[in-house]
């Protein structure tokens, strides 16, 4: 029996009758087979793996062209559930070259359907698995695509799709290619660390021990300008019926894997042969609580950014975690924003839009636990009129300390009151929400703005509390549409534009103000919203000013990547003066049923001195 993983003569592999098809001409060097539709016969491989919908070959040679796969999946149930067949057997199949996606938004997976088998020869070989980095090319650790421009985030989205281009395969260069190159293949994956928390599937997102860039000290990758790792991985459901754990965190090490690279539900997967083994955590179990605490007075105000996932009354639990972190984590800093600030009554849907009760529970919950009284401000939606869950009524609001700060010259706008910057500078309403009745903002969070001082009346300051519109719908960085969509981009430019129009306002009156911005932006810093805000406002990023290194700025994580969509921008005045900030990581570290909201705190201390 000899080895069936040595690189075969290219020239032999092509030599197949016209109609006995090597795997090598099936798979052809791009994405979509040169025989899709057609029905070939005298296909044969080694069986490498079997899950309960197919089989898996491998050609008995290899190619020695690194862009064609040497394996195929076998669609069919009949054939799976072939207790004759099993892995090391060479079978000679028959069937129809299929090209398969679920939705349109996703990649076709190469597949042999309707699988007929003419011969099997028993025990053949076991084929060995290709060491990903080590047999293989080293995974590309920036580009996705060729068809991405050099930019997986560049604005307009969907110029092209994989299926109509069809692009030749460079495993070398582009990450959804490399994976491509090796569709169908069994692979193993050498030191695996978690970069990601398992789906509600138990999905979890891995590297292994080639290089990686963005590796952050927990040891998951931040997405950062032009580089959202490609060279990631998600493990699936294990092929032998057993199940991967729900429970594991960013930086679980396990046992090397080895199992079958697909396509699937919009990402290139490994299906491992059997369930995950864990082998470590990354240490500590929970990130040190913030090191800012405020010094009480101008030269050092603390303020803290928190997006608290639907907060709503009733949910004890929610509210008594919630309060433990702003106390515990956060060291109740003087000025809080929050957002995600529900109603008295919570997703019940019945037009209550009033959230005294909701804060209020919240400022009581600190002060039990702390002794520490907030204060808090904010202004009512519209019912039904500002997105997120029904009948929730989300918004934006302020908590802030009584005994440091308060709003200056309180004078609430309504609803529908478009706020307005007055010579002094100072604000029509105080608090007041942006441009309320744009389009920009239909179905959408109104940011807040407000005006402060210190207890002594000669420090101001004014903040803008935002949660611009989320990313629901946008289509995976590893799907068909290149650059992938990002929704809804356009509109959230115009959000940020208008949100920065309204800061220049101010610091055009007073170069000097001191301006805080702070929210859950739901965008990366290095996409059009945000390019769009710093350039119209005059702002300038809190990470920068702090020095936070690019690696570590993240307070979310989503699939692959660690990514910062909550955002602090501060004007120059404070800028200058000298900033300290940290991101305390304290949801995106724990396990998901340990998580109190799926995004990270940020506290920052700053100088608001005149
Ligand atoms: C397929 O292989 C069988 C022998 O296993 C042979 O008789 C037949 O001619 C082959 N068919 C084609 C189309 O190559
Ligand atoms: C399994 O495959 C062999 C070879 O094609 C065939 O003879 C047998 O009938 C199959 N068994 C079932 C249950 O389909
Ligand atoms: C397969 O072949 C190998 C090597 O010849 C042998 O050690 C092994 O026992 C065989 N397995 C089965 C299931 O027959
Ligand atoms: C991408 O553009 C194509 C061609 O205009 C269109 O058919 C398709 O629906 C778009 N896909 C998405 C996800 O927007
Ligand atoms: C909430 O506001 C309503 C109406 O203004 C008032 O009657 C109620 O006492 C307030 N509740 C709390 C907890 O502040
Ligand atoms: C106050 O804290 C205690 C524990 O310290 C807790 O049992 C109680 O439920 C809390 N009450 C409120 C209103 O949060
Ligand atoms: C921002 O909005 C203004 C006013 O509508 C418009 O003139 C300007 O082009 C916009 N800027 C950007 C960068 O979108
Ligand atoms: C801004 O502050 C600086 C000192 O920090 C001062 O020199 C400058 O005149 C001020 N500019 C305005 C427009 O007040």
Redesign the pocket.
């Known amino acids: 029996?000899k080895s069936a993983s040595v690189c075969g003569l290219c020239a032999s592999l092509l030599a197949a009758t016209a109609s006995a098809l090597t795997i090598q001409e099936i798979n052809g060097n791009r994405y979509l087979s040169p025989y899709n539709g057609q029905e070939v016969t005298n296909v044969t491989g080694i069986v490498t793996a079997k899950s309960s919908a197919g089989v898996y070959i491998r050609s008995v040679r290899r190619s020695c062209d690194r862009r064609v796969s040497d394996a195929l999946y076998l669609y069919g149930s009949q054939l799976a559930g072939n207790a004759s067949i099993?892995v090391?057997d060479k079978i000679t199949v028959d069937g129809k070259v299929t090209e398969y996606r679920s939705t349109d938004a996703y990649l076709y997976l190469t597949e042999l359907s309707f699988p007929v088998v003419r011969a099997i020869t028993?025990?053949v070989?076991?084929i060995k698995p290709l060491v990903i980095g080590k047999d293989t090319y080293k995974p590309p650790t920036e580009q996705f695509s060729s068809l991405d421009g050099g930019d997986v985030f560049a604005v307009p989205n969907n110029k092209t799709q994989i299926s109509v281009a069809n692009p030749v395969l460079d495993p070398e260069h582009y990450g959804m290619d490399f994976w491509e190159s090796l569709s169908g293949e069994l692979v193993t994956v050498r030191a695996p660390v978690a970069i990601s928390k398992p789906s509600k599937y138990g999905e979890t997102w891995v590297v292994g021990d080639w290089p990686t860039t963005g590796k952050n000290g927990r040891g998951g990758l931040t997405l950062s300008d032009k580089d959202a790792n490609p060279e990631s991985v998600i493990i699936g459901r294990p092929l032998d019926g057993t199940s991967n754990l729900k429970s594991y965190k960013i930086g679980d090490k396990f046992q090397d894997i080895t199992g079958i690279v697909t396509y699937q539900f919009g990402f290139y997967y490994i299906l491992p042969t059997t369930k995950l083994a864990l082998t470590g955590s990354a240490e500590p179990t929970l990130p040190p609580p913030t090191s800012l605490t405020s010094d009480g007075t101008c030269s050092g105000i603390t303020v803290g950014d928190y997006n608290i996932e639907n907060f709503a009354p009733s949910n004890t639990k929610h509210v008594s975690n919630v309060a433990g972190h702003i106390y515990n984590y956060l060291k109740t800093p003087d000025i809080l924003f929050v957002q995600e600030v529900q109603d008295n009554t919570g997703p019940t849907d019945n037009g209550v839009v009033d959230a005294n009760v909701t804060l209020s529970t919240l400022t009581a919950a600190i002060k039990n636990i702390s002794g520490v009284e907030y204060a808090f401000a904010s202004v009512d939606p519209l019912d039904k009129q500002d997105g997120g869950q029904p009948g929730g009524n989300i918004r934006v609001a302020y908590l802030y300390r009584s005994d440091v700060l308060r709003l200056r010259k309180p004078n609430p706008g309504g609803s529908l009151d478009a706020n307005a910057v007055l010579d002094g500078p100072t604000l029509k309403y105080n608090p007041g929400r942006i441009d309320p009745t744009n389009p920009a903002w239909t179905s959408s969070r109104k940011p807040l703005v407000a005006e402060w001082e210190t207890l002594d009346g000669k420090n101001n300051f004014f903040t803008v509390n935002v949660h611009w519109e989320s990313k629901g719908g946008s289509t995976s960085l590893q799907g068909d549409v290149r650059p992938p969509v990002n929704l809804p981009v356009e509109k959230r430019t115009q959000q940020a534009n208008i949100t920065a129009t309204f800061i220049a306002d101010i610091l055009e009156k007073d170069p000097n103000a001191s301006v805080i911005m702070a929210g859950d932006c739901n965008e990366f810093s290095v996409v059009l919203p945000i390019i769009t805000f710093e350039q119209v406002s005059g702002m300038v990023d809190l990470d920068v000013a702090a020095g936070i290194p690019v690696t570590e700025r993240y307070t979310y994580t989503f699939a692959n990547d660690m990514e910062e969509i909550d955002h602090t921008f501060i004007s120059p005045a404070i800028a200058r003066k000298g900033v300290k900030a940290e991101h305390i990581h304290i949801n995106t570290w724990v396990s998901f049923d340990d998580a109190v909201s799926d995004h990270d705190p940020t506290v920052a201390k700053l100088n608001l001195c005149k």
């Open positions: 029996m099993a090391g028993k025990n070989t076991q």
